[in-house]
């Protein structure tokens, strides 16, 4: 294991050599058309192949609350030198939540989100549905992966052929989050949504809620949380191929208090109605779904399994588990990158955010973000969504709003499908 940075709570300033490699080209900003910030970057495939930063220099520090200090550093990468951002937080002293819109298929930007829950810092979150190839479907603008917030799940996982964003390195899945449990310590776990819609005999095996993209041949729920966007996106592509047509083999069934009160087979959109669930199915899944009937009473059940119970959590994929970088990771393509990680005993969470595509800061690859997390102090870490999406916000005491601390490649913010935020005891979250 890599030697670690300072101890978090530290205020002293640690300056250690940093051997600065060649700077690159600035990119182009933009995306790829493929979703979030990730995009094919021909400038960091030239790059020198790396798989570790280079050493770290801190250049400041302050203290953003009891239990979260705020650090700016520099390194060097594949790309040439490196600048970013790291918050450091004691969960015995401070939290970690979710930030959000206040719908789940809606986006906005880091520092308002922040700002609207009180947070005294956050970076971007999970990839997301940001644009479509299938005529006529508008993205959603929802993430990838499982969403869990004040420990009530929120929205489950795409399928892995659905997601966006880099790769998934070996033995990992869209299923993959970080979070905060009810011990109130930081983990790494997979979430796996299971659920029913039970109406007399009949029971139907519930593979969705609230995502862009349901298994082929499966049903999901769909709540007010959810929000106005059509729900039509959940039955296009399969689960190995993002991009395949929608399916033609539909089916959409409301349910109001309990009680069917409608049978479609075209998939809809608008605001769901508080005490209503939306059920969507493909192909096998519509056909289970086209036998209720209006006036059938249903029972809709669903929850997360896994090894830990989660107050809060967002998808991410591992790069670091025990101290280890994962086989498989990336070792080319700098860029911007945003991360999160956890210490071996869960009681330090980190968040931290690579500048990229400029003079300033090359960026790193993902190998190397593995590499950074372990120098950090994290045992298990994420890669969460990248490029134009990465931003780091904080807000000094006594300050009333956040601010961005980074340099967003865009130039400029973007709306996300979510965050992490760092609050202080008793905020609202």
């Known amino acids: 294991m890599s030697s670690r940075w300072a ?12 051997g600065w490699g060649p700077a690159r ?35 400041s520090s302050e203290k953003l609350a009891s239990g979260a200090t705020f650090r700016r550093f520099e390194t060097s990468g594949a790309g040439g030198r490196v600048a970013g951002d790291l918050v450091g937080v004691d969960l015995r002293r401070a939290g970690v939540g979710l930030l959000r819109p206040p719908v789940v298929a809606a986006r906005r930007t880091v520092s308002a989100m922040a700002d609207a829950q009180h947070a005294v810092a956050g970076v971007n979150g999970d990839f997301f549905n940001i644009s479509e190839t299938h005529s ?32 998934l390195p070996p033995g990992t899945s869209a299923e993959d989050v970080i979070g905060v449990g009810a011990d109130r310590r930081g983990h790494m776990a997979r979430l796996r949504l299971t659920g029913t819609v039970r109406s007399g005999k009949t029971s139907i095996a519930l593979r969705g809620l609230n995502q862009y993209a349901l298994p082929v041949g499966g049903v999901g729920a769909f709540g007010p949380a959810w929000g106005e966007v059509s729900r039509q996106r959940a039955v296009c ?7 395949d047509p929608c399916s033609t083999n539909t089916a959409e069934v409301t349910v109001r208090r309990g009680v069917v009160t409608g049978v479609s ?9 508080s005490g209503t669930t939306v059920l969507v199915g493909r192909e096998k899944g519509a056909e289970a779904l086209r036998r209720l009937k209006p006036g059938d009473r249903v029972r809709v059940s669903y929850r997360f399994t896994g090894p830990v119970r989660f107050r809060f959590a967002v998808g991410g994929f591992p790069i670091l588990r025990n101290g280890r970088p994962l086989d498989g990771l ?18 330090r969470f980190y968040l931290v955010v690579v500048d990229g595509r400029s003079e300033q800061s090359g960026g790193v690859t993902v190998a190397e973000l593995a590499s950074l997390l ?3 102090g994290a045992d298990d870490a994420v890669n969460l969504d990248g490029g134009g999406s990465s931003t780091f916000v904080a807000r000094s005491p006594g300050e009333p709003s956040v601010t961005v601390r980074n340099a967003p490649s865009d130039g400029s913010e973007r709306a996300v499908a979510n965050g992490i935020g760092v609050f202080t005891p008793g905020a609202r979250h």
């Open 7 to 18: 101890a978090v709570g530290a205020a002293a300033i640690v300056v250690v050599g940093v």
């Open 25 to 59: 080209a600035q990119a182009p900003p933009g995306g790829d058309g493929a979703g979030s910030g990730e995009r094919a970057d021909a400038a960091g495939a030239r790059a020198r192949v790396s798989a570790e930063v280079g050493d770290v220099r801190f250049t």
């Open 136 to 167: 006529g479907v508008l993205p959603t603008g929802s993430s990838s992966g499982p969403e869990v917030d004040g420990g009530r799940p929120l929205k489950g996982a795409v399928p892995d052929g659905q997601r966006f964003g880099p790769p």
């Open 237 to 243: 592509g399969t689960d190995k191929v993002r991009n």
């Open 265 to 273: 087979g075209t998939v809809g959109g608008g605001a769901i109605p």
């Open 330 to 347: 990336s070792a080319t393509g700098p860029a911007p990158r945003t991360a999160a990680g956890v210490s071996r005993d869960g009681r």
């Open 374 to 376: 372990d120098k950090a």
